[in-house]
């Protein structure tokens, strides 16, 4: 540090204690610096689930907490990203299921209940269950994944050509929003799966696993209108969806590759930037992003689905 040369001019008292007291706040901070930079631990890239938990969907919002459904019961799992430690939020019930979720603001996690045609709001706090939502029959359907509005939460419904819209706060009802335009929903396959909003906040985005494809959906007509792919003939087993700004990111979960677009103003035409792979990849489904990183939970669907099958979520940089 450089001095500066003596002052003939003498301050005052309340101004050397002052200085003092700035120089070990400083000081202090600059202590602080060097051990938050120079001392903190590596957050881990991986980190293990409960044997037989069956993962599918996860959720991170602004604290580095991830929540982590199971298909094998509906129990949710929370796990710190700081230390990849955790533990179960919300107990299961045989016969539920956990499939896409989502973190809102309000403290709720929203949950897509699969095959049993349901919809949960559970608070990510206690892991108290709040509300469920009855949105289908309970067999021919198949609630998949969720993003969240501010009035509404919107659920995918992969084998039904339907969107679904729970409310957000008190009152209101459930809208169920048929797909029509270029939609053709394919028999005896999953058809919509991941789900998110528009660059521009208005409309959303839909996978359509099977074939591929990618459409842009109008929130207050139904009408879909596909997305154009330019470098990529298709997204085969398209599942989870990330949007950050106008890159989306396609989680294909077989293929065990996410691929990255550009989305133009409209998000009508979807350029391919890059692919991201990694060895740790086990049939990844879904993803969420935290900071710079991807957190993607491996559903191993091509492995024995066991209580003794184990299960990683792995984080790679966005």
Do not use: C
Request: charged residues 20%; positive net charge; without cysteine.
């Amino acid at each position: 540090m450089t001095r500066n040369h003596p002052q003939h001019i003498q301050p005052s008292r309340r101004a050397v204690l002052g200085g003092a007291a700035v120089a070990a706040l400083a000081a202090a901070a600059g202590t602080g610096t060097a051990q938050a930079t120079g001392h903190r631990p590596a957050w881990p890239t991986e980190f293990p689930l409960p044997d037989g938990w069956l993962p599918e969907g996860i959720t991170i919002g602004s604290a580095p907490y991830a929540y982590l459904g199971s298909r094998a019961d509906g129990a949710i799992y929370r796990t710190d990203l700081r230390t990849g430690k955790g533990g179960v939020l919300h107990e299961g019930t045989p016969g539920l299921a956990a499939i896409g979720l989502k973190l809102g603001d309000d403290g709720l996690l929203y949950v897509s209940g699969g095959g049993g045609g349901t919809a949960r709001t559970v608070d990510a706090r206690t892991g108290e269950l709040r509300t469920t939502y009855e949105l289908t029959a309970p067999t021919g359907h198949f609630v998949n994944d969720v993003v969240l509005f501010r009035d509404r939460a919107w659920f995918t419904d992969s084998r039904d050509a339907v969107l679904y819209g729970v409310p957000r706060g008190r009152g209101g009802s459930v809208r169920a929003l048929p797909l029509t335009g270029d939609w053709e929903q394919l028999p005896g396959v999953n058809n919509a799966n991941g789900i998110v909003s528009t660059p521009d906040g208005r409309d959303v985005i839909v996978v359509k696993s099977t074939p591929g494809e990618l459409y842009r959906v109008s929130l207050r007509t139904g009408r879909a209108t596909r997305i154009a792919l330019s470098g990529a003939e298709n997204v085969v087993n398209g599942d989870g969806l990330v949007r950050v700004g106008r890159t989306l990111y396609v989680v294909q979960n077989r293929s065990n590759v996410v691929t990255v677009f550009d989305l133009d103003a409209r998000a009508t035409t979807a350029t391919l930037r890059r692919s991201i792979t990694d060895p740790r990849f086990d049939v990844p489904a879904t993803a969420a992003r935290f900071r710079d990183r991807l957190y993607l939970v491996n559903a191993r669907f091509t492995s024995p689905q066991t209580p003794e099958t184990t299960f990683t979520a792995v984080a790679v940089p966005l």
